[in-house]
């Protein structure tokens, strides 16, 4: 049997890895532990655990239940990481640190008996303009955010604690996750959601940026299985490059716009409203458009076929109302 | 008037740096101050500064002084850093953190005048195996030892505070500083010195790995060059990416062999005894061996022509007897 922490368990991708968890995904599943600073009124099941990353007692608490696979989704976010200095190390960087301090504390303490796996969610902010037109598993890390630069120092960490044999971890670099379900938040990214999102339940939508913007985006779902599949995965595969970029769905604005035009007609497409945003687009002008993850591929790691598909991942998984016909 | 700090001034490079600057290697020099744990009895030129880097009111004292430009030259070295995992992560970790705290206190402080010139020594080490025959400038880290890792941390730091304006910082990753002056050290690299060092002080120097090992090297004078040159150089050029894999010597131990008869003799040559050590062999298989540091290179940073310049510099600068007639 095996015991589960999500730290970030009360965000979104951490409600739909519990679900899936839930659901049977993995086998031999014994307690699933979420840990996060609040959680939805209709938490997908699980043990909850309040409390906050920067507690260090808190965190060495945890550690000392000796989880057999510990997740850690929970940072700051890119915007906020960037606006406030100090909370964005705090929790993207000290935690981290303090989170695997004290799980080598119970390696040690168990005469090396102990080895958790370890999944730490990392994210293509990891990568700084400018690109090659895909971006290969050798292209390296210039992030241009205190997000970005946090998440690759979090990878090194795990890294180093895996390759000493404390842990047995990995870091998954995250597409752009969409369609997000709830309201619109202030992220740049969030219109690369809100486009599909708002206009399937009858709303406006504005549109920033021009129909030529090409991104990389992966599924809730797809998310939340790239991170079932990494609690299996034979590490050793990975010959000491424990950071993986994941497969995911490469396509322009405006190939986004068609797919949601196939599904849902015309008419939803028309509560689009472009309205350009120089500053959101001088920032999406700097973010990866498309990848070539063949490591990921190749151990087996598994995204969404179309941006047709992530449009009826949240039709099936998250739409408020009724899927509307064509 | 620039008055400046080397962080590990008592060091080897260290000790070159000051003493390239007592030569008047950079205009407009105030006061050079050294900071280390220890001093050679016939220092450079400089103020000495005794203390250790874990020491935060001791860094935060340093930063106070408000250097114009501070080097960070002080590390836990590989081998130590490998055997000893805490030590390894507070120095070349959480003092870095410490050190670009400090400096960022300063700047707040100052209502955002001061801003440091900051020039961070990193290594090849920020590499693991298996590379290409020569790693490019966009070459990802996947570093295979805990100083690997720390250094590609301490660089993304460096990075983020001057991207957000608290430091005007970089980082250089050095080649394997060749020909090391002094005894033998227990560092895997050692015997690329050694095999150069001994033999032309009469001494017999064990070869522990195949003529054919290829490695990438540089003088301690154009490690300190490359310290003098980083800085006034204008970072607006760095375009973000403020981590620069520097320009060396790539060469095979057969070539160093060669370089060593034209300049010194067959006899000197025969001092050298091959005496294969599978685990040095090992170690040295994951190293890297040639480079294409062309951002570097367009910078201005300048390397030594030749393994044979190497060797020479080793004659005039370190050498302790005469200079043998070939």
Redesign the interface.
Known sequence: MKNILIIGGGGMVGQKLAAQLAAGALPDVGTVTLFDQAFPATSAPGEQVMGNLTDQRAIEALAARRFDLVYHLAAIVSGEAETD?DKGWAVNMSAVWTLLEALRAQHLQSDGAYVPRVVFTSSIAAF?APFPAQIG????????T?YG?QK??GE??V??FA??GFIDGLSLRLPTICVRPGAANKAASSFFSGIIREPLNGQEAILPVGEDVRHWHASPRSAAGFLVHAAGLDTALLN??R?LNLPGVSCTVGEQIEALRALAGADVVKLIRPQADPMIEKIVGGWPRDFDPKRAVALGFKADHSFEDIIRVYLEDDFPGRAPAP
Request: hydrophobic fraction near 40%.
């Open positions: 200095f700084g598993d050798e292209f390296f890390c210039a992030p241009q205190s630069a690759v120092i090194l960490m890294s180093d390759r000493k000491g490059r950071t």
